[in-house]
């Protein structure tokens, strides 16, 4: 059967993400560097170092300039002018490390732009917020990608309520998860916002909130965060 695209969802889709690229050209100056930039990074390569901890695992993405992980980058302090990360932050388990650590990276008055996924419009819907208080729990308990405390909730929602194609490589022949296998993918979801539980997270730090998109036009299931470091 033809499936007949909704013409409406195009033409949102497309003056969403012209918006989007728009609020990231305004904001995203100078020399960056985007964080897990996958098939379509949102920002010029031409004054855009990319880095992701896997490596080019999609054909159609770009060969990163910098393998790493998003809790260790490897540039000297005050090295960027921004930073821009999407759908990435929710893969770390201590996500305050992380941030601490893209802070180090960026100048004064530097920008950090997030695209994250709300946790009421995902299939990460029923899991339990990540407030700031937990990331500080987290954070003292220096918690890495062995840490055990979110799957449960991972299981049962992130798993249970989408189709992953992904899941039928991520079981043993008993059906039961590889848990193994999904961390080193990359595939666990750590953690669950709103850009509510966001924005306190990006004050904790001092950062000063300059854009907030609750519902991205292109991404329903997204939100976005400007913040000058």
Known sequence: MLKLLNPNKI?????GNLITRIIIKKYCRGQGIEVGPGS???CNHANTIYADKFGRKDPKSPTPDIICDASSIPAEDNSFDFL???????HCPDVLKVLYEWKRVIKPEGKICLILPHGRRTFDKG???STLEH???DYNNNVDTKDTTHWEQYEKYTIGQANHLWLQDAKFPDGSLNRNWIVKQG???YHV????????????FGFRILVVIEEMLERPDSFLIIVEV
Request: hydrophobic letters at 35%; one cysteine or more; a negative charge.
């Open 127 to 129: 899991r339990t917020l």
């Open 40 to 42: 379509n990074p949102y």
């Open 84 to 90: 821009l990360s999407s759908h990435c932050l929710e």
């Open 135 to 137: 990331h500080i729990e």
């Open 11 to 15: 033409v949102r889709c497309f003056l």
């Open 187 to 189: 595939y666990m979801h």
């Open 193 to 204: 916002w709103t850009q509510n539980e966001m924005i306190e997270i990006l004050q904790h």
